[in-house]
């Protein structure tokens, strides 16, 4: 019987400068974008909303590609404005922005700095499951942090959001729906 070695491979880095270069442009324009705040969520970024999809780089431009996040919502117009603006004045503008709807966005995408900061702004956090379509409802009242809450109507200032009030501190709020 012939005993083999297991098959070894061995992945190399890459190491050229260019893509050196390449690595730290896109490192580049996502920190950029940590600082452009969704403007009906002044101070929560779009990427820990979830909306950055991909940096690639595509013949002589960068293509940055972001998910359409609620449809309804107004904003979705302005992003694609901001962020190109946010890159132009960081000097960065060799860039398309692109904006759509595959893959399609979900709450899931959320990152938990994005949930706390959506909290600390008085909305509760998405918090169910919308692989299961369960819209789910606030784990706690972003005013007092109670657990007692009720709902009020499944629509608020936005399709995406739910009006909710807190039963322990009485005081109205939205929540982020999932989905
Ligand atoms: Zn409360």
Redesign the pocket.
Same mark, same amino acid.
Request: negative net charge; proline residues 0%.
């Given at each position: 019987m012939i005993k083999r070695n297991p098959q070894v491979s061995i992945t190399t880095i890459s190491s050229t400068q260019e893509e050196r270069d390449k690595i730290l442009k896109r490192i580049e324009i996502a920190s950029i974008l940590y600082e452009v705040s969704d403007p009906e969520l002044p101070g929560i970024s779009i990427v820990d909303l979830g909306m950055l999809v991909d940096i690639f780089p595509e013949e002589d431009h960068w293509h940055v590609m972001l998910a359409t996040t609620y449809s309804g919502c107004p904003a979705i117009d302005v992003i694609p404005v901001i962020v190109k603006t946010a890159l132009e004045d960081a000097g960065i503008t060799d860039v398309k922005i692109s904006m759509g709807i595959s893959p399609p966005w979900s709450t899931d995408w959320i990152s938990e700095v994005g949930k706390e900061k959506l909290l600390a702004y008085g909305i509760a956090p998405p918090n169910g499951s919308p692989t299961l379509h369960d819209e789910g409802k606030p784990k706690q009242?972003p005013? *007092?942090g109670?657990t007692h809450t009720s709902l009020i109507s499944l629509y608020g200032s936005t399709p995406c959001k739910a009006s909710y009030k *807190?039963e322990? *501190?009485l005081?109205p709020f939205e929540y982020f729906k999932c989905f």
């Open positions: 009242c005013q *007092c109670s *807190c322990t *501190c005081e």
